[in-house]
């Protein structure tokens, strides 16, 4: 679960990318749905955050050394601190944000796919219906995002113009 808090694909990834984009996206309504969805990303955020609190704020010194949870224990006691599965603290660097629409675009839907993918394998492993029903709303809302990306992906392409950085460069294609 740590991974959906702060892991490269996680929503604390996806939250800072979108409301970071909107800044250099040239229509007002693709900055919208950043800011739409980048502020519903903050409110995952805060699902995970209480699914992983629940999960953990009852475990006995053996409980956190069986499930292989000792590692992270030493550092943090029961905090929430992101982190990706592997153990690797979560960066700026995962939020991708280059200032070119198509680009940024492409690379939200390509986060959201990614985070599906990861709440799926997620869903292979709980089957604890607390966990999983929220899991299951959470993977939903990942495929609504790709969704309106993709719409603001061609609201952007139909509107090449100067405000678009592919305009200025037809050399480019």
Partial sequence: MLVTYGGPDG???????????????PYNTVTGVLT????EELAHFEMICAIVYQ???????????????DKYYVDHT????PQAAGGIPF??????????PITDLTEDLAAE???????????????????????RFLRAREIVHFQRFGE???TVQEKLDSKNFYAFNPSFD
Avoid: H
Wanted: with cysteine; proline share 4%; glycine share 4%.
């Fill in 91 to 100: 960066n700026a660097c995962e939020f991708q944000s280059k200032g070119d």
């Fill in 113 to 135: 796919q990614k985070a599906r993918t990861t709440y799926d394998n997620i869903l292979r492993l709980v089957k604890d219906p607390e966990v999983a029903d929220p899991i």
């Fill in 11 to 25: 929503e604390l990834s996806a939250s800072m990318r979108y409301l970071a984009q909107r800044y250099t996206m």
């Fill in 78 to 81: 029961l905090a929430l601190w």
């Fill in 152 to 154: 603001a992906l061609r």
């Fill in 36 to 39: 739409d969805i980048g502020t």
């Fill in 55 to 69: 999960l953990t704020k009852d475990l006995s010194p053996e409980e956190i050394e069986k499930s292989g949870f």
